[in-house]
């Protein structure tokens, strides 16, 4: 149990620290253009869609509810 318990806060922090960007005005901008400027140097198929402010909205809003959520326990 103590195993399985080790697990659970590593994912914590995983998500914290991964989604902790999303959370800043500036930063969360800055990532979106680094995933889309990496998504057409590796030559993935598709096309990465445009940003819009309604996308910005719902990344600040993933970002905010993870740290809240960890800011509660």
């Known amino acids: 149990m103590q195993n399985y318990n080790k697990?659970?806060?590593r994912s914590?922090?995983?998500d914290l620290i991964?989604?902790?960007p999303f959370a800043i005005p500036g930063v969360a901008s800055w990532v979106i253009s680094l995933f889309a400027s990496l998504h057409q140097t590796l030559?993935?198929?598709g096309e990465f869609p445009a940003f819009?402010?309604?996308h910005l909205l719902f990344a600040h809003l993933l970002g905010s509810v993870v740290i809240d959520g960890h800011c509660l326990e």
């Open 18 to 20: 991964i989604t902790t």
């Open 12 to 14: 914590a922090y995983y």
């Open 43 to 45: 030559g993935f198929q």
């Open 52 to 54: 819009q402010i309604q």
């Open 7 to 9: 697990w659970v806060a």
